[in-house]
Structure formats: C-alpha cells, structure tokens
C-alpha cells in the first residue's frame, strides 16, 4: 500500500510540473501560459494525488495524473484569453452597406 512520503510528494510534483510543462508546450499561445500551466500541475498532481492516498486508491502517480489533466484542461478552455472575450469588442471590420 502506498503511503504519503516525501518521496510521493517529490514524485507528485515532478509529475506535475512534467505535465504542466507538456501540456503548455502542446496548446502554445491558444491557452494559459506555459508557466501558467506548470504552476497548475504543481498545484493540482499533489492535491489530487493525496486525495487518492487518503481514498486507498492504487497507483496514485496514474490518478494524479488523470486528475491534473483534468485541471489543466479546465484551465486552458475557460480562460478569457481573446480581446473580444474581455472587452467585449466584436467589431470584425465588416462594414455593412446599405442601398439607398
């Protein structure tokens, strides 16, 4: 049975940041920022991989990694990154032309 270690939290973090990395790496400019990305799979790989060890669950490197990419997805798809998402500005330069 896996136990809460400082060898797990050390292999959590790793993975986090690993993934965090990758997956900023793969989305580029469309997502959150890479460094974005790499503080989130820091945050969240420990997180969800202690909530594995305290539900018994086993092989919490998987679920932790299941989890965290579940969260950097979240992060990377509902995020206010374009400039009519946060200003509200929808001005495509169409011009409409009416006929007289």
Not at 32 to 53: D, M
Not at 70 to 87: C, G, P, R, T, Y
């Amino acid at each position: 049975m896996e136990t809460l270690t400082a060898t797990t939290i050390f292999w959590l973090l790793v993975l986090g940041a690993t993934e965090g990395w990758v997956i900023g790496y793969i989305i580029g400019d469309e997502g959150i920022t890479v460094r974005s990305n790499v503080v989130w799979g820091l945050i969240g790989a420990p997180v969800v991989g202690i909530c594995g060890l305290y539900v018994e669950i086993s092989g919490v490197l998987l679920f932790a990694f299941m989890g965290t990419l579940a969260i950097l997805f979240l992060a990377n798809v509902f995020h206010l990154h374009h400039v009519e998402d946060i200003k509200g500005d929808i001005d495509r330069g169409a011009k409409i032309v009416r006929k007289k």
